[in-house]
């Protein structure tokens, strides 16, 4: 079975710009979670969907955006983008609803620089 | 079979005191454990997180605890605070410090109550 794949793998941007990220999760899977890991935040939850409803959303600024299309696939948008949101962004896929109370597989990231 | 494990559903500690949140795996190829903390209605939030080389690790009040042999993870924040009142999860990665995918997994969580 195919893993979590995330596209584009790395990308840079400047400041001012907007981005689209997008995850493809395990066949099967309805869940996706979405993460931005920093050296200095760790790994922080930015939003879960499923079944293409965001179900929980971290505690981050309107910039940033997602949603769920009806295979799964899951997209998530950075508007305006700032130095401060280079980072790896992390998608998640799990069988169920809540998405913390079982296993999530990750996909590989991807790395976003802004400049 | 729960690969992390969160015996305790719930706690309860007096404001000032210390708060102790236990966390057990059975998984020895994790190799990364974060703790997380969640309020109603929102995601969890990354609070702490440890190497599976270091035995400590430290962050302002909270303190991360490994014990790889017990394969033992316990979560102590002094003082405990009102606001600390939430959700904390435990979680662990296996194969975190390689290249590609990792799988991240959640142990169910324990609701700590801090008293005023």
């Known amino acids: 079975k195919a893993g979590v794949t995330q596209t584009p793998r790395y990308l840079i941007k400047t400041r001012g710009q907007q981005v689209t990220l997008s995850c493809s999760p395990i066949?099967?899977?309805?869940?996706v979670s979405w993460y931005q890991q920093t050296p200095g935040q760790g790994l922080q939850f930015l939003f879960e969907y499923f079944s293409e409803t965001q179900r929980n959303k971290g505690n981050f600024p309107g910039r940033f955006s997602g949603r769920q299309f009806s295979n799964s696939r899951s997209e998530m948008n950075v508007s305006t983008l700032e130095l401060g949101d280079s980072a790896l962004y992390l998608c998640?896929?799990?069988?169920?609803?809540?998405?913390?109370?079982?296993?999530?597989?990750f996909g590989p990231g991807t790395r976003l620089l802004v400049l | 079979d729960q690969q992390v494990k969160q015996n305790s559903p719930s706690l309860s500690v007096q404001e000032g005191r210390i708060s102790i949140l236990n966390c057990d795996y059975t998984n020895s190829m994790f190799d990364y454990f974060l703790w997380y903390k969640k309020y109603p209605a929102e995601g969890p939030t990354f609070l702490i997180s440890i190497s599976s080389i270091k035995d400590k690790n430290e962050d302002g009040r909270f303190t991360v605890f490994l014990n790889k042999s017990a394969k033992h993870l316990s979560l102590h924040i002094v003082p405990s605070q009102p606001g600390d009142s939430a959700v904390y999860f435990c979680?662990?990665?296996?194969?975190?410090?390689?290249?590609?995918?990792?799988?991240?997994?959640f142990g169910k969580g324990t609701k700590l109550s801090v008293i005023p």
């Open positions: 998640a896929s799990s069988l169920g609803v809540l998405a913390t109370q079982e296993t999530q597989y």
């Open positions: 979680a662990a990665i296996t194969g975190y410090s390689g290249a590609g995918s990792y799988q991240l997994t």
């Open positions: 066949s099967g899977h309805r869940s």
